[in-house]
Nanobody, 123 residues
Framework: QVQLVESGGGLVQAGGSLRLSCAAS????????MGWFRQAPGKEREFVAA????????GYADSVKGRFTISRDNAKNTVYLQMNSLKPEDTAVYYC????????????????WGQGTQVTVSS
């Protein structure tokens, strides 16, 4: 069992930066692929980024590539999402998730989810 708690969301102007954190409980955190997803109002939840348990494999949605960076600190049971050059279209609730398999963009492959943190980017 893995419990996930996101933090770091907030209101930021376009062009600004935020760093999201996701703290995990459970001794097996380091064995999970971790992902970030987001859901904007009126839209389906979409993949943002994922990182393998070693950190050696990372994947990004095309819409955030070059602007967002996913990282993890297994000693702290925490995964991060550094978001730079934010745009109004990045406004969404951001969720972290844990997957017992390999890096994937597929939402259904993730076993555990956090409650989400709101990110709002003003123009």
């Amino acid at each position: 069992q893995v419990q996930l708690v996101e933090s770091g969301g907030g209101l930021v102007q376009a062009g600004g930066s935020l760093r999201l954190s996701c703290a995990a409980s459970g001794r097996t955190f380091s064995t999970y692929t971790m992902g970030w997803f987001r859901q904007a109002p009126g839209k389906e939840r979409e993949f943002v980024a994922a990182i393998s348990w070693t950190g050696g494999i990372r994947g990004y949605a095309d819409s955030v590539k070059g602007r967002f960076t996913i990282s993890r600190d297994n000693a702290k049971n925490t995964v991060y999402l550094q978001m730079n050059s934010l745009k109004p279209e990045d406004t969404a609730v951001y969720y972290c998730a844990a997957d017992g398999g390999g890096v994937t963009t597929r939402e259904g492959e993730y076993d555990y989810w956090g409650q989400g943190t709101q990110v709002t980017v003003s123009s």
